[in-house]
């Protein structure tokens, strides 16, 4: 039995001005694509995470499968109700991006599907539109389209063309170089463009003069990032701190459950990617720092952290787990990622940002922009440990001392974004 369409009310396309659509008990919008995301996000982020992600569910093969079947009646209700294709997209992304639970290969269909689902989300809200003011580009969400189409197009051709299946493959990279440039034709996309579906990012909306210059990954950091040189030279006051919560038994385990967002399936298991969050929007998480307090002092006298209220900040450490995944995605904008390498094992572990690979040193400091699309790979045998600061962007006055000068990089038009006056949009 399906767990989310029943009961359901199907109506076709020539009753898009009907009664509401009722899927599982909630009604849909056949216009309001945007809050339908959010309702339909909710109800299989209810059935995901209480049904299949924990391995310990001896019903979790079963309860995929019921989630499987309502997904893909999803996806041929929303070629015929355009206002379920974002949503649909949307849930084929954050849920289905793998195989299935346990198992970190791709889901090529549904990253296929996904990208023919949100062009259509596109051309639904008007996006491909000519004459859309800005604000109203921005309203919609067209950014977030836009950028999640060629996300989809760009990383599903990637694998295809990986496993030999060169027919697809090829189609879907020409698919993603046409709408690339689809986008770049459009008046209010002079901020998202790029060379390549890699050199999207949503930096580029707040501080676009610096995006440019540094790209996804920032050289030099500890010349151009004061919080870098901090970071190095207290390494090992950090990493004793880790090491101790690492003795404790299941410390590290226990406070990832107590301080962990209700984030979307990055890995294809629940442990993949875990987090001891000790700051969150600036403030300090009494019950993580009391197991490292120095470090917390350490941070906490930083501007990039300590006075830094945007959402989507932060520091803690992080864990990725041998054999573990993070799916491309985007990070949260406006912010700057900065990881010090604490506990680095062998083995082929790396991160792709944008169009750069990564590996991490212990004792030594990455800087990147995590508004590019990027992804983790973990093919060691040891768990890897970094420090990770989501901080305040240098060129976001807020994550600076009191009357500190901006960086000169920072000089250039000013972002779409804060043109309009416009808080950062869920993603």
Request: net charge negative; charged share 20%; glycine share 8%.
């Amino acid at each position: 039995m399906a767990w989310l369409l029943l009961p359901l009310l199907w109506l076709s396309a020539a009753d898009a001005k009907g009664p509401p659509l009722l899927i599982g008990g909630v009604e849909f919008s056949h216009e309001d694509d945007i809050d339908n995301m959010e309702k339909l996000s909710n109800l299989f982020g209810q059935v995901f995470y209480t049904h299949i992600l924990s391995p310990e569910n001896a019903a979790a093969a079963s309860s995929w499968q019921s989630l499987e079947s309502d997904v893909w009646q999803m996806a041929r209700m929303a070629l015929e109700v355009p206002a379920l294709a974002l949503p649909v997209a949307m849930c084929l992304y954050n849920f289905f991006w793998w195989e299935g639970p346990q198992n970190n290969e791709p889901n090529l269909r549904a990253g296929y599907e996904a990208s023919e689902l949100m062009y259509l989300a596109v051309k639904h809200a008007g996006c491909d539109g000519p004459k859309m003011e800005m604000i109203h580009f921005y309203l919609q969400q067209c950014h977030l389209r836009w950028r999640y189409l060629l996300l989809l197009t760009a990383e599903t051709s990637r694998y295809l063309l990986q496993q030999r299946s060169l027919v697809p493959g090829t189609r879907l990279m020409s698919q993603a170089r046409a709408y690339l440039r689809e986008m770049k034709e459009l008046p209010n996309v002079e901020l998202l463009q790029g060379f390549s579906t890699h050199e999207v990012s949503f930096n580029m909306d707040y501080y676009p003069s610096a995006t440019l210059i540094h790209g996804p990954v920032w050289k030099n950091p500890l010349q151009l990032l004061p919080v870098a040189s901090v970071l190095e030279e207290n390494y090992p006051v950090i990493r004793e701190e880790l090491e101790a919560i690492l003795k404790a038994g299941t410390t590290f385990e226990d406070l990832d459950s107590s301080t962990r967002n209700a984030e979307t399936q990055f890995g294809p298991r629940g442990d993949d990617w875990l987090t001891a969050y000790l700051f969150r929007k600036g403030e300090a998480i009494p019950e993580v720092c009391a197991h490292a307090p120095r470090t917390c002092e350490i941070l906490r006298k930083r501007p990039e952290i300590g006075n830094c209220k945007q959402a989507a900040s932060g520091a803690g450490f992080l864990r990725m787990r041998p054999g573990g995944r993070l799916k491309p995605h985007f990070g949260n904008a406006p912010r700057l990622s900065v990881h010090l390498g604490l506990i680095i094992p062998d083995g082929e572990i790396t991160m792709s940002v944008g169009y750069e690979v990564l590996r991490w040193e212990e004792g030594k400091v990455i800087a990147f922009d995590d508004t590019f699309i990027h992804q983790v790979v973990h093919n060691g045998v040891e768990p890897r440990y970094v420090m990770n600061l989501w901080m305040c962007h240098p060129c976001d006055p807020d994550g600076k001392d009191s009357g500190a000068p901006l960086p000169e990089y920072c000089n250039g038009p000013p972002g779409a974004m804060l043109r309009l006056g416009l808080e950062p949009l869920a993603k």
